[in-house]
């Protein structure tokens, strides 16, 4: 059974940074996409950054592009989501989720991730 432990989340002024980790067991990269979502009080799911099995693409929310950057290291099996200039509207509960595909590409849509980690909160202070 895999599991998906993330990590690296808390409080962080406007204009701040945080990595946020995800530890990957049960599984391996060369078959799983990974992706960050993101939910805040009130709000839908929604993804932040997605990455394909291969790190040979990426998907990016507008919200974030140019801001947060997905990596995955396939020896710790562990996906990170680096962010920086955090603005108040980026506080939500981060999750990790995978998904068991083929595919090359990143994948965007939630119903096709089959694990989840338990999240982690971030927030930004203004």
């Known amino acids: 059974q895999a599991q998906l432990v993330e990590s690296g989340g808390g409080l962080v002024k406007a204009g701040g940074s945080l990595r946020l980790s995800c530890a990957a067991s049960?599984?391996?990269?060369?078959?799983?996409?990974m992706a960050w979502f993101r939910q805040a009080p009130g709000k839908e799911r929604e993804v932040v950054a997605a990455?394909?099995?291969?790190?040979?693409?990426?998907y990016y929310a507008d919200s974030v592009k140019g801001r947060f950057t997905i990596s995955l290291d396939d020896v710790k099996l562990t996906v990170y989501l680096r962010m920086n200039s955090l603005s108040p509207e980026d506080t939500a509960v981060y999750y990790c989720?995978?998904?068991?595909?083929?595919?090359?590409?990143?994948?965007?849509?939630?119903?096709?991730?089959?694990?989840w980690g338990q999240g982690t909160q971030v927030t930004v202070s203004s």
């Open positions: 990455i394909s099995w291969n790190g040979g693409s990426t």
């Open positions: 049960g599984l391996t990269f060369s078959s799983y996409a």
């Open positions: 989720a995978a998904a068991h595909t083929g595919s090359y590409n990143a994948i965007v849509e939630a119903e096709e991730y089959n694990y």
